[in-house]
Nanobody, 126 residues
Framework: QVQLAESGGGLVQAGGSLRLSCAAS????????MGWFRQAPGKEREFVGA????????HYVDFVKGRFTISRDNTKNTVYLQMNSLKPEDTAVYYC???????????????????WGQGTQVTVSS
């Protein structure tokens, strides 16, 4: 069983930056691919990006490419979401998620996550 805990959310002005962290415990961190998702009020949860267990492969949804970067430090059991050039439409609760790395491929990186954190609120003011 893997436990995930996000941190780093908050209130930021449009154009600003935030770095979210997700600390994992309860498993061998490098065995897990990690994803970031978000859910805005009244909307369904959506995929933001993901990183493979080694950190060598990353994927992003189109609307964050060039603005968001996912990285991980397997020595610290932590994955990061660096968010730059934030927009009001980025306002949401952000969740990290984990799945077995064997299930992380160029066609499956968006789905199959079975461990989830509690989320952290990101609010971008205009």
């Amino acid at each position: 069983q893997v436990q995930l805990a996000e941190s780093g959310g908050g209130l930021v002005q449009a154009g600003g930056s935030l770095r979210l962290s997700c600390a994992a415990s309860g498993g061998t961190f490098s065995y897990f691919a990690m994803g970031w998702f978000r859910q805005a009020p009244g909307k369904e949860r959506e995929f933001v990006g993901a990183v493979s267990g080694s950190g060598s492969n990353t994927h992003y949804v189109d609307f964050v490419k060039g603005r968001f970067t996912i990285s991980r430090d397997n020595t610290k059991n932590t994955v990061y979401l660096q968010m730059n050039s934030l927009k009001p439409e980025d306002t949401a609760v952000y969740y990290c998620a984990a799945k077995d790395n064997w299930g992380y491929t160029d066609t499956t990186y968006r789905t199959g996550y079975n461990f989830w954190g509690q989320g952290t609120q990101v609010t971008v003011s205009s």
